[in-house]
């Protein structure tokens, strides 16, 4: 089992509120005998595909930050060695 996770932090340094959409991935596995299961989301993102994409809408104040956070699971067996996964 690997458990992961990470941090987005956007800061608006403009004198008026930003709209900004953040975009990220849960990887998706299309191997029978590696499962990924996503973990906390927060904020809940405005959209969620079923290829792990996921997409939030944040409005940002002036000169505030804005963070969003997510986790995920993988699981796998023990001799297979996995790619692509920053550990």
Excluded at 51 to 61: A, D, H, P, T, Y
Excluded at 79 to 86: C, F, N, T
């Amino acid at each position: 089992k690997i458990e992961l996770g990470y941090r987005i932090e956007v800061q608006n340094l403009t004198g008026r509120v930003a709209s900004v959409m953040v975009e990220d991935q849960v990887p998706h596995s299309r191997h029978e005998e590696i499962k990924v299961k996503p973990g906390t989301l927060t904020p809940k993102p405005a959209e969620q595909t079923d290829l792990g994409i996921l997409r939030w809408n944040l409005s940002i104040r002036a000169q505030e930050k804005a963070e969003v956070r997510f986790d995920f699971l993988v699981e796998h067996p023990r001799a297979m060695e996995l790619e692509g996964l920053d550990v």
